[in-house]
């Protein structure tokens, strides 16, 4: 997967009056996938750390989450 030709949304975090891009989010062919933005992985700020560790390169979503998502949102 690439993020290439793909849109994405930029994720970003306001923690303690600092802000914070997180990575990207893309959504391809009911798959999500999520890339931290090198400079937030320096931070060590955990977002989640059974889903989503700290880790360089492309994380792929559960697609169980994309139903709560559409569930969430409507």
Not at 8 to 37: C, M, P, Q, W
Not at 39 to 45: N, Q, R, S, V
């Amino acid at each position: 997967m690439s993020f290439e030709n793909t849109k994405s949304l930029y994720v970003t975090l306001k923690h303690y009056d600092k802000n914070y891009e997180v990575g990207r989010l893309a959504l391809k062919d009911l798959d999500i996938y999520f890339e931290y933005n090198p400079d937030f992985l320096k931070t060590k700020i955990e977002i989640s750390p059974l889903k989503l560790a700290l880790k360089t390169g492309i994380n792929k979503g559960d697609r169980k989450i994309i139903c709560w998502l559409v569930w969430c949102f409507q």
